[in-house]
């Protein structure tokens, strides 16, 4: 069994460009710990504990999604405060994100998986363990989306990575 989750896939040049936010995240509040660059993403659907067969499954699901790409424009940070996340997010969610989402949770809940989260919150989530009250309005980061992935979070001498199993391009 693996731990699996649907994500969207950024590139290295675009994680590198988050940077500037986590760090401005990460004066927010004390104690915060930045995510890895490398472990930067937006969950699409958190699918939890995957066998092998189901792996199959959902790679063949998502191997039949077309969807076109599109451009993802990130303009706040706040903080879940239940989960001390401190992340990134956009205003106005794009119809094609949440179509993609939708499309994605309906495929893997006839697969057999639950999805866990009543209302889908799309973040990035640039540290953890940090807790504070403010809603903070960015300059606009605008990335243009054009794949996503089936990523394993493996957990390696005690450090967690994220690593796509499969990647899934948008058209
Ligand atoms: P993330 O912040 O790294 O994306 C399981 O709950 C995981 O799903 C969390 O660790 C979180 O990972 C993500 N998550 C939590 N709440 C969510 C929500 N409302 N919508 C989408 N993803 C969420």
Known sequence: MQRL?????????????LLPYQAQALTLCDNARAVDT??????????????????????SAAQSIKLPVFNL???YLACFTKAKILYLAPSNIPAELLSLQQILATRCQTIGFIDIHPKYRPHITLARHGL???????TPLCLRVVEFALY???NIDGKVRYRPLHIFQLQ
């Open 5 to 17: 989750f649907f994500s969207l896939k950024f590139s290295n040049a675009q994680q590198q460009q």
């Open 38 to 59: 490398d472990n930067l993403h937006l969950t699409l659907f958190f699918l939890g504990q995957v066998g092998t067969v189901q792996l199959q499954q959902l790679v």
């Open 73 to 75: 424009c990130l303009d």
């Open 132 to 138: 504070t009250e403010s809603v903070i309005q960015v």
């Open 152 to 154: 394993c979070s493996e």
